[in-house]
């Protein structure tokens, strides 16, 4: 007679979950973080200084923000380069709204979301209907965003936007135990969507889809809606993102969020997600958003060229990216 016990299977499946969140690619980039703060630590006193971390933290917030959902978009086989320009647009809306309409935080808020998600929904719907190239749809919707935000700012710059955004900036009021605010909600956004993607069967279509979009639609998954679903959650994602950026300063130019898709792309894919779509976790998007800040503060602060910290993180991203390759080629030949 066989004896059920439901207790002790889900108990090793939850364990062999969550130990398998941090294998591979993200324990070697632990290892390379721990390494590298270790020896600027011994090299240059400064850099474990509780400034230099808080800037560090603060500086990649918004890479990591709009990281999280960069992630399931490549996880889906797609990409997005009009975050940029997207940021721009709901910095120069909510700039706007702050100096003219004295707009308190939480408005500030939900709208710099709502504007972020109508624009990810935009570039969703565009490559979910027609089938055209993600990078193609979002490389033509980097361009017109960018027009809507230079047409929004209309006599230029906008300066000395009140502080109300501070609590999410990097200033006094938008720090906790030492850490910026930003930081924290990005580990809080992050969690929540790794139990997501990791735990949810919608989530778990982001890969399914990235894997193999026609099998996944014949066993039953909605590809559209989800396509969808993952471009609206960066696009709010990047809403969040520009609220962090107007925090940080009164200020809002008109060159706002002008590479930022970049440095998202690349914190991600040094993560350890695939650029071909079916693999990926928020956990590594967020060490590889650390990694870049620390390749970053480490070349400011041994004053090196600055154009180093670029070098660098290119080889980061072409060993990535060559491993994943490689990863791939071995797992179709067997």
């Known amino acids: 007679m066989t004896t059920l016990r439901p207790q002790r299977t889900e108990q090793p499946r939850s364990w062999h979950s969550l130990v398998s969140a941090v294998e591979g690619q993200e324990l070697v980039l632990i290892g390379v973080i721990v390494l590298l703060w270790v020896g600027l630590g011994v090299g240059t006193p400064t850099f474990l200084s509780g400034i230099n971390i808080q800037n560090i933290l603060f500086s990649v917030a918004p890479i990591a923000l709009i990281g999280i959902g960069m992630t399931a978009v490549i996880v889906t086989g797609g990409i997005d380069v009009s975050v940029g320009s997207g940021v721009a647009v709901v910095m120069v809306v909510i700039g706007k709204m702050i100096e003219d309409q004295h707009i308190g935080l939480g408005p500030a808020l939900l709208l710099a979301v709502l504007v972020g998600a109508l624009l990810g929904v935009c570039n969703g719907v565009i490559i979910a209907l027609t089938g055209i190239s993600p990078i193609v749809v979002t490389f033509a919707t980097l361009n017109l965003f960018r027009f809507l935000s230079l047409e929004i700012f209309g006599r230029g710059n906008i300066d000395g936007v009140p502080d109300t955004l501070g609590p999410v900036g990097g200033g006094g009021s938008g720090r906790f135990i030492g850490v910026p605010n930003a930081w924290w909600l990005s580990v809080l956004i992050a969690a929540a969507v790794w139990v997501y993607m990791r735990q949810r069967p919608s989530g778990r279509h982001w890969y399914a889809i990235g894997g193999d979009a026609g099998a996944a639609r014949l ?60 693999r990926g976790t928020v956990l590594g998007t967020l060490l590889g958003t650390v990694l870049v800040g620390t390749v970053t503060s480490a070349v400011t602060i041994l004053k090196w060229p600055s154009q180093l910290a670029n070098l660098f993180v290119g080889i980061f991203v072409l060993l990535a990216v060559g491993t994943d390759v490689l990863r791939e080629r071995r797992r179709r030949a067997l």
């Open 219 to 278: 066993a039953g998954v909605r590809v559209r809606h989800r396509v969808i679903a993952a471009y609206l959650l960066v696009g709010v994602l990047a809403g969040v993102a520009g609220c962090v950026l107007i925090g940080s300063g009164g200020t809002v130019q008109q060159n706002s969020g002008t590479g930022l898709e970049l440095e998202v792309i690349a914190a991600v894919v040094i993560g350890g997600t695939s650029i071909l779509g079916g």
